[in-house]
């Protein structure tokens, strides 16, 4: 710094700068908007994977066969994708400490003042959105919750076996009170990125005053599509339109 | 017209308070929300109760000194200020509430008046902007575009009353801090100070105890002077730059 502010005679380290920046408080709405920009990501490969089961079992079990046999770097985005989900909650839970500190006299009288539902719930929306991964793992991921559907294997022309994704996922979404949970989680998930996907550019600066109207309607749009390609496998499912597939 | 008033009495910063009932009576329409409150004072005066202390100054919506949350809204119902907000805008016979502006930073001084030197601290480690000094220069002589000088005069409009603090769940007064960094960084007098201002001005914010922006925008919604919340991304972008340029050491 030059002469205006603090001396130049102190050399302050790295390090320790990184962390006056990340621990202040934009710092670590920082670290919330751009780990909630990466699993939005996420959000949207995971789903355009997903609809790939609209192409037939083949496809399917082809696409999660190309996945399982990328080995270690499979790993290293699953343990990047738990690191950022992690840093997502650990940042949010420092800020509601800090907001909740700094707000501890609440008004007797109550007004809204215009915000909106969704951005007063994100912190119960994201809970629920929590419940739901950790379910979602360990039904799909680790087949914890329908072991009989999740060891179901394709026997391909040459004889060699594969995991039977596509009727695990018909199977487990056959399944009615299954369903209804994916569907309302999503639904939740959605109220979450509806208001948090506008935020992202909001905290990241990239925004201004003509921007923002249409940045929030666009969140709320982007957000309903990924509703509805998440929620049509259930439906579809349920519906009959994707069925299950027997070996011949 | 008659009001009845639940107003909050708080003999200083360390004991409880709570709210007390008063009744307000003829009352005239056009009585602004601080007249009201002083026909009220005059009535408990003459009956030997201590006056309610609220905090006012120059009552014509420019010095922010006005404070009061006025059922459950900073500044109440109207679009100004306190001072600017006048009884017609009640129904006649109302219950109001009066509780004082509520923010972890803002330690009650007694009843309705809060203690907002906080914001003071924050404008103070702005710091300066560098000037020639010396015979005073040709107006005009820096060339501002329009748009900038508009923007830059937009944030200026801050009166820093405090209400963004006051309106937002979090207690966070980005909307307050990014005006105040705003008009300075827009113009090209601020320029040299840039960074510096907007990394100090944060820290210090954060010092008093203030919350984060959770995007509410409940603060834009009661800013008497309608600073809009796109200068608190205007200051998220400068402190995003501004952290980058300090941490790899590039800072001017
Ligand atoms: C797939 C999972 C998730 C995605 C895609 C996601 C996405 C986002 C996004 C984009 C934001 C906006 C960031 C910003 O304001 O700039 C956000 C904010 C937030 N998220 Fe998440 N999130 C997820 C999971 C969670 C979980 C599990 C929790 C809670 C335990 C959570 C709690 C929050 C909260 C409370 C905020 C608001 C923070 C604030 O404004 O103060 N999120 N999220
Ligand atoms: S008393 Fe000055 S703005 Fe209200």
């Not at chain 1, 539902?117 to 991964?133: E, P, Q, S």
């Not at chain 1, 018909?170 to 369903?179: A, D, K, M, T, Y």
């Not at chain 1, 666009?218 to 579809?236: C, D, K, N, Q, R």
């Amino acid at each position: 710094m030059s002469a205006s502010g603090s001396s130049s005679a102190t050399v302050v380290s790295i390090p320790c700068l990184l962390t006056r920046w990340l621990l202040s408080s934009l710092g670590k709405k920082t670290i919330v908007a751009v780990t909630g920009s990466l699993l939005v990501l996420f959000l949207i490969g995971h789903l355009l994977g997903n609809l790939t089961i609209y192409l037939g079992q083949d496809v399917i079990n082809t696409y999660a066969q190309k996945l399982q046999s990328m080995g270690p770097l499979l790993w290293i985005v699953r343990l990047g994708l738990l690191a950022v989900f992690l840093l997502h909650i650990i940042f949010v839970v420092l800020l509601i400490a800090e907001n909740l500190r700094a707000s501890a006299t609440k008004y007797i009288a109550k007004d809204n003042m215009g915000s909106t539902l969704f951005a007063r719930t994100m912190k119960y929306t994201g809970l629920i959105v929590l419940a739901f991964v950790v379910f979602h793992i360990s039904h799909f991921t680790l087949g914890l919750v329908q072991p009989e559907f999740y060891h179901l294997y394709q026997t391909l022309p040459d004889g060699s076996k594969r995991h039977d994704v596509y009727n695990m996922v018909v199977r487990g979404f056959q399944n009615v009170p299954i369903s209804i949970f994916y569907i309302l989680a999503l639904t939740f998930l959605t109220f979450h990125l509806s208001h948090g996907v506008a935020s992202i550019f909001q905290t990241l600066g990239i925004s201004n005053r003509f921007l923002r109207p249409l940045l929030e309607r666009a969140s709320i749009a982007f957000a309903w599509l990924l509703w509805a390609g998440y929620v049509s496998i259930p439906i579809s499912i349920l519906l009959g339109f994707v069925q299950l597939k027997l070996p011949a | 017209m008659n009001f009845h008033l639940k107003v909050w009495r708080q003999k200083d910063a360390n004991s409880p308070g709570r709210l007390e009932d008063y009744e307000a009576r003829n009352i005239p329409p056009d009585a602004s929300f601080l007249e009201m409150l002083d026909i009220v004072n005059e009535d408990l005066i003459s009956k030997g109760i201590e006056p309610i202390v609220f905090d006012h100054d120059c009552r014509e919506g420019i010095c922010g000194m006005c404070s009061l949350t006025i059922n459950g809204i900073p500044h109440g119902p109207s679009t100004g200020t306190t001072c600017q907000l006048y009884m017609r805008k009640f129904e006649d016979g109302s219950t109001i509430y009066i509780e004082p502006f509520r923010a972890g930073p803002f330690p009650v001084i007694r009843d309705l008046s809060v203690n907002r030197s906080a914001l003071d601290r924050i404008i103070q480690a702005g710091g300066f902007i560098s000037e020639r000094t010396g015979s005073a220069p040709d107006a005009n002589s820096i060339p501002i575009p329009k748009t900038i000088a508009d923007e830059a005069m937009d944030a200026a409009a801050c009166i820093g009353c405090g209400a963004c603090a006051a309106a937002c769940p979090n207690s966070s007064a980005m909307l307050f801090v990014a005006a105040k960094v705003s008009h300075l960084n827009l113009l090209p007098q601020g320029k040299p100070e840039k960074d510096r201002r907007v990394l100090s001005m944060v820290e210090q914010m954060d010092k008093e105890g203030f919350g984060g922006c959770s995007n509410f925008y409940q603060c834009e919604a009661v800013c008497p002077a309608h600073i809009p919340a796109s200068f608190i991304a205007k200051m998220n972008r400068d402190y995003l730059v501004a952290s980058i340029k300090r941490t790899v050491g590039v800072m001017p």
